[in-house]
């Protein structure tokens, strides 16, 4: 059995891993580009397959506010991406990356986006798994590590 739990913590780190990858990606690739929500809005709003709510939301709070997504957009993914990497604030960095997987989604852009969707809610069910190698499990191991060594020398 623990065999197992150790090929799930060394495929759900590598699943967390690539997804983060490709988040990276994605935002540095928004942020070289860039990217601007302008013409995206319109094109939201024009579309016949969005929700009506949310073809409301992207007229009249995304539209009036075009530069604070400008920023917002490339930066979440580059950010979830490192995040997810790392292994640093995975649980944050799952819900925004679902978060944003959503708002695309309902924007009509059918890309990887739901195959990303997909992917970081099977990571979220299996967080413990995912999260086994990470910089944060490694800060806490070296951290028990040198307090043992402090303990093992004082007790000499």
Known sequence: MKILNQ??????????????????????????????MSGLTEAVVSNTVTPDWYKAFMEHFVEPN??????????????AGIGLITGI???PALLG????????????MIYIYPLQLLVA???LIEIK?????????????????????KESKSSM
């Open 7 to 36: 090929i799930g913590n060394y495929l759900f780190s590598f699943i967390r891993i690539g997804l983060g990858i490709s988040w990276l990606q994605q935002g540095t690739f928004k942020l070289q580009a860039h990217f601007t």
């Open 66 to 79: 075009t530069a604070l997504f400008n920023f917002l957009i490339p930066w979440g993914e580059i950010f």
């Open 89 to 91: 604030l995975i649980l």
């Open 97 to 108: 990356t679902i978060f944003m997987n959503i708002n695309y989604w309902l924007s009509n």
């Open 121 to 123: 809610i099977i990571i």
């Open 129 to 149: 798994c995912a999260s086994h190698f990470s910089l944060t499990n490694l800060y806490f191991y070296l951290l028990d590590r040198t307090k043992r060594i």
